[in-house]
Nanobody
């Protein structure tokens, strides 16, 4: 069973940084794109960032461009998102997901395996 497992969430002050990690078991990790999504209370789940299977192509939501960086280590079946200059509006549960495809899409329908989520809270 492919079950992504996120870690690294927590409470941070505005302007601070956090790095989220996601481990995905299995032997075909490098074949698939990986994405991060988030959901704030009362809001729909939204795309944050994604990376291709090879790690060469990345894709970011406009709201996080220049602040967040996605990366992956295929030798360790792990994808990361480094979040800098955090804002209170970044507060949400962050989900890691594995795509059905190799490219870093932003449509959550393209992702078929999801983690349980990790809470990120940014205080003002």
């Amino acid at each position: 069973q492919v079950q992504p497992v996120e870690s690294g969430g927590g409470l941070v002050q505005a302007g601070g940084s956090l790095r989220l990690s996601c481990v995905v078991p299995g032997r075909t990790f490098s074949t698939y794109g990986m994405g991060w999504f988030r959901q704030a209370p009362g809001k729909e789940r939204e795309f944050v960032a994604a990376i291709s299977g090879s790690g060469v192509i990345t894709n970011y939501a406009d709201s996080v461009k220049g602040r967040f960086t996605i990366a992956r280590d295929n030798a360790k079946n792990t994808v990361f998102v480094q979040m800098n200059s955090l804002k209170p509006e970044d507060t949400a549960v962050y989900y890691c997901a594995r795509s059905r495809y190799g490219l870093p899409g932003s449509d959550f329908a393209a992702y078929n395996y999801w983690g349980q989520g990790t809470q990120v809270t940014v205080s003002s």
